[in-house]
């Protein structure tokens, strides 16, 4: 049984940090690419951060040089650093992992598993 738990979320002021965090169970081997989604109320769904077992990364326009997603080693666990928060990074960020692709896209329709989201507000 797959299952992808995030946790780290609640509240940060405008400029502040946070970090949130999600582990990965049920796999039999580690995910080849990890990352993180949010919804904003009033917005659709949009991919901000994603990495692939090698390290390499992917950001949305919106959080390059603002967040920062990382996984470490063989565990299946990935993080996102969010610094310089803004009201518009209020919202749900789920996070996904696609067992079999590279990270290669935003479209949300090509990962398999996703968690059931932690939220963020900034205030």
């Known amino acids: 049984h797959v299952q992808l738990v995030e946790s780290g979320g609640g509240s940060v002021q405008t400029g502040g940090s946070l970090t949130l965090s999600c582990t990965v169970s049920?796999?039999?081997?580690?995910?080849?690419?990890l990352g993180w989604f949010r919804q904003s109320p009033g917005k659709g769904r949009e991919g901000v951060a994603l990495?692939?077992?090698?390290?390499?990364?992917m950001y949305s326009d919106s959080v390059k040089g603002r967040f920062t997603v990382s996984r470490y080693g063989t565990e299946n666990a990935v993080y996102l650093r969010i610094d310089n928060a803004q009201p518009e990074d209020a919202g749900s960020y789920f996070c996904v992992a696609d067992r079999t692709h590279y990270c290669h896209t935003f479209d949300g329709s090509v990962f398999e598993d996703w968690g059931q989201g932690t939220q963020v507000t900034v205030s």
């Open positions: 049920g796999y039999d081997y580690i995910a080849i690419c």
């Open positions: 990495i692939d077992k090698y390290g390499s990364t």
